[in-house]
């Protein structure tokens, strides 16, 4: 099992820290200026919807998003995985922006959106701003190699940041609390998997003893109770067929109900 990282440890790639650093304005501002090429007076970094755990959704969230004196929109993530579904995550991003922009059915469609992936295994980086190769070289910096000097303005910004960030005893409670939320995400999720594993093994054994009616799979999907799954699944080995066990999925749900009430 890998070590749990300590504040300490992280860099500008690791989610937290890449969020903690961009929250801050100044860094936001300097950073979609050299990306984007022209300046900007004033960004407002939603705080509400960066580096927060997010109830309804059940999930940590660590986009920025951030909009300027013009009101135009930006979402910045980190993303040190590869991803096959690229284009469907940055689709989901322009609709959460969309999300905050006040509808006018007489306005016609012209979105603006514009997508921009910066990669540090890039190939081009002679056609590209000296000042973004070296951004790109500090993003894949180890730890002893991202405290160098990378003789560039942002980077030694961003450097100044980090230092700030793991001196501060409010972020590294923060960065605690964001471990501890991931952990219990982490095993929710696989919690959420064997119950789901638990139904499908259910279905597939009753499958072979006749229709399974979606009832019986609706009925099966309210249970949330890994015992009460395997509980059930040695009862559809029993199962004389899908009819009766059906009976006994209904029973435990409105078991479970009246003890709820």
């Given at each position: 099992m890998s070590r749990q990282k300590r504040l300490q440890d992280l860099t500008i790639k690791d989610n937290f820290m890449f969020g903690a650093v961009m929250s801050i304005e100044e860094n936001c501002i300097a950073f979609l200026e050299m990306v984007l090429g022209?300046?900007?007076?004033?960004?407002?970094?939603?705080?509400?919807?960066?580096?927060?755990?997010?109830?309804?959704?059940k999930g940590v969230w660590l986009d920025i998003y951030a909009k300027d004196e013009k009101h135009t929109h930006y979402n910045v993530e980190m993303q040190t995985r590869r991803q096959a579904d690229l284009?469907?995550?940055?689709?989901y991003y322009h609709s959460q922006i969309d999300m905050e922009c006040q509808e006018d059915t007489r306005a016609k469609l012209r979105d603006g959106n514009k997508t921009i992936f910066l990669s540090t295994r890039g190939k081009n980086k002679e056609q590209m701003p000296r000042s973004l190769v070296k951004f790109l070289k500090f993003v894949e910096a180890d730890l002893v190699e991202s405290e160098q000097d990378f003789g560039d303005e942002l980077v030694k910004q961003f450097q100044d940041s980090i230092r700030e960030i793991k001196a501060s005893r409010e972020m590294g409670e923060r960065y605690m609390l964001f471990e501890e939320l991931l952990k219990e995400e982490r095993q929710e999720g696989l919690a959420q998997g064997r119950q789901e594993n638990a139904r499908e093994y259910i279905l597939e054994f009753l499958a072979d003893k006749g229709e399974v009616s979606g009832e019986l799979k609706e009925a099966l999907c309210k249970l949330n109770s890994e015992e009460e799954l395997k509980r059930l699944f040695k009862l559809a080995i029993k199962a004389e067929s899908t009819e009766a066990f059906q009976k006994i999925v209904e029973e435990t749900v409105n078991k479970l109900r009246s003890k709820e009430n």
């Amino acid at each position: 099992m890998s070590r749990q990282k300590r504040l300490q440890d992280l860099t500008i790639k690791d989610n937290f820290m890449f969020g903690a650093v961009m929250s801050i304005e100044e860094n936001c501002i300097a950073f979609l200026e050299m990306v984007l090429g022209f300046p900007i007076e004033k960004v407002v970094v939603s705080k509400e919807r960066s580096m927060i755990y997010h109830p309804e959704y059940k999930g940590v969230w660590l986009d920025i998003y951030a909009k300027d004196e013009k009101h135009t929109h930006y979402n910045v993530e980190m993303q040190t995985r590869r991803q096959a579904d690229l284009g469907k995550r940055s689709r989901y991003y322009h609709s959460q922006i969309d999300m905050e922009c006040q509808e006018d059915t007489r306005a016609k469609l012209r979105d603006g959106n514009k997508t921009i992936f910066l990669s540090t295994r890039g190939k081009n980086k002679e056609q590209m701003p000296r000042s973004l190769v070296k951004f790109l070289k500090f993003v894949e910096a180890d730890l002893v190699e991202s405290e160098q000097d990378f003789g560039d303005e942002l980077v030694k910004q961003f450097q100044d940041s980090i230092r700030e960030i793991k001196a501060s005893r409010e972020m590294g409670e923060r960065y605690m609390l964001f471990e501890e939320l991931l952990k219990e995400e982490r095993q929710e999720g696989l919690a959420q998997g064997r119950q789901e594993n638990a139904r499908e093994y259910i279905l597939e054994f009753l499958a072979d003893k006749g229709e399974v009616s979606g009832e019986l799979k609706e009925a099966l999907c309210k249970l949330n109770s890994e015992e009460e799954l395997k509980r059930l699944f040695k009862l559809a080995i029993k199962a004389e067929s899908t009819e009766a066990f059906q009976k006994i999925v209904e029973e435990t749900v409105n078991k479970l109900r009246s003890k709820e009430n």
